[in-house]
């Protein structure tokens, strides 16, 4: 049970760039997340999902874009990398939505756009 | 909008003592208040999650408190150890959107031996 995994763990893109973050789940969770980490703002939401094929907008959605074509697996896009897209990303998974239960988060990706 | 706030933003502290972290909120209106460790480099753990009708809840050494009409939750940790130094957030989930944590920016703690 490896639980939740992010692939790539870092990476460096020039602006403009694409690139896409997987998050995969071991767990069979209905819920998805992605979040992003920049210093002294805590994490914020970018979009998630309620299950396969569902797909909604976070707080910070603008520039990425998602896909859960697989229930275990939720993909996040950068068409355009941007410098302010520099963070670290965040992939989250639960059973049950986040006024029920807790949720379980992958390991982080890196991600320095230049 | 909701803000959460956490203080101390900074935490040291010798080994062996009772500590306290502290975690504000503006909007009363919530599911639950969680906690979470985080480590340098690595993802969240999810240490205690209080729903709103609780007062506190308790795991081990830690013991979270919650009062939601003042907006306010403790996290006490006893018998500190160098190995609970690591970064300590809390988040809220509101009833206006039931599937979003609202993050606080985290207290860092460490714990000198």
């Known amino acids: 049970n490896a639980g939740v995994t992010q692939t790539p763990k870092f990476r460096v893109l020039k602006t403009g760039q694409s690139m896409t973050l997987l998050c995969a789940q071991d767990?069979?969770?209905?819920?998805m997340y992605w979040y992003r980490q920049d210093p002294g703002m805590g994490l914020r939401l970018i979009h998630y999902?309620?299950?396969?094929?569902?797909?909604a907008k976070g707080e910070v959605p603008d520039g990425y874009n998602v896909s859960r074509l697989k229930k275990q697996n939720f993909l996040l896009g950068l068409e355009s990398a941007a410098p302010s897209q520099t963070s670290v990303y965040f992939c989250?998974?639960?059973?049950?939505?986040?006024?029920?239960?807790?949720?379980?988060f992958g390991p982080g990706t890196r991600l320095l756009v230049l | 909008k909701q803000e959460v706030t956490q203080i101390p933003a900074a935490l040291s502290v010798p080994e062996g003592e009772n500590l306290v972290l502290n975690c504000s909120f503006t909007d009363s209106a919530i599911y639950n208040l969680q906690w979470f460790r985080q480590d340098p480099g690595k993802g969240l753990t999810s240490l205690l999650l209080i729903q709103s009708s609780q007062r506190e809840q308790t795991s081990g050494r830690l013991n979270a408190s919650l009062d939601k009409s003042s907006g306010r939750s403790t996290l006490y940790i006893a018998a500190s150890q160098p190995g609970d130094s690591a970064t300590y957030l809390c988040a809220v989930v509101l009833v206006e959107y039931g599937n979003k944590l609202v993050f606080g920016a985290g207290t860092i703690l460490r714990v000198k031996s």
């Open positions: 989250a998974s639960s059973y049950v939505p986040p006024a029920s239960g807790a949720q379980y």
């Open positions: 999902s309620v299950g396969e094929g569902t797909t």
């Open positions: 767990m069979n969770h209905e819920y």
